[in-house]
T-cell receptor, first 112, second 115 residues
């Protein structure tokens, strides 16, 4: 089955800096790579996703890149703000399986 | 986007008792998933629930401890049975509107404390 590794487990940055979270996956059949943000005490929510036919996707301060050959994808947050502080999960899945495989999560702390 | 309502949001239970968590989806979905999450930690899949069949459990989770019902395409329950303090955790239900390559939606979570 799919295996998703996520690094780092904790990331501490100063407000205004950039943050990068990286994930690798093992199943070459995976074709959907979402990122979820979970604020303290709340449910995980999708912030951005990318499909395997695209190499990069941006949404304001958030971007995701995908390297299918190397089987890794990354979340980039620019100009970080204290409200970006949360746990971020990557995931990988494909249309043949209903079950997404999640990374272990990254706790992002943005210091004002 | 689908919306999942989960209840209760939190509970404090005596050891040896059982708690049933309910999830209601505002649209019909094929699969529902139940996760356990320690605060600040990763999501651990307990089981996958498909309407009309028995749930499929992940390694380390058994039906006698975590019975699941899926009576229709919009509803599921997870029971945590014969609870011990080790069962204290956050329990989340999840689903998606399509097959695996679509966004997952989550319930609000149930914070369970067993005393």
């Amino acid at each position: 089955g799919e295996n998703v590794e996520q690094h780092p487990s904790t990331l501490s940055v100063q407000e205004g800096d950039s943050a990068v979270i990286k994930c690798t996956y093992s199943d070459s059949a995976s074709n959907y790579f979402p990122w979820y943000k979970q604020e303290l005490g709340k449910r995980p929510q999708l912030i951005i996703d990318i499909r395997s036919n695209v190499g990069e996707k941006k949404d304001q301060r958030i971007a995701v890149t995908l390297n299918k050959t190397a089987k890794h994808f990354s979340l980039h947050i620019t100009e970080t703000q204290p409200e970006d502080s949360a746990v971020y999960f990557c995931a990988a899945s494909n249309g043949g399986s209903y079950i997404p495989t999640f990374g272990r999560g990254t706790s992002l702390i943005v210091h004002p | 986007s689908a919306v999942i309502s989960q209840k209760p949001s939190r509970d404090i239970c005596q050891r040896g008792t059982s708690l049933t968590i309910q999830c209601q989806v505002d649209s019909q979905v094929t699969m529902m998933f139940w996760y356990r999450q320690q605060p600040g930690q990763s999501l651990t899949l307990i089981a996958t629930a498909n309407q009309g069949s028995e749930a499929t459990y992940e390694s380390g989770f058994v039906i006698d401890k975590f019975p699941i019902s899926r009576p229709n395409l919009t509803f599921s329950t997870l029971t945590v049975s014969n609870m011990s303090p080790e069962d204290s955790s956050i329990y989340l239900c999840s689903s998606s509107e399509g097959v695996g390559d679509t966004e997952a939606f989550f319930g609000q979570g149930t914070r369970l404390t067993v005393v």
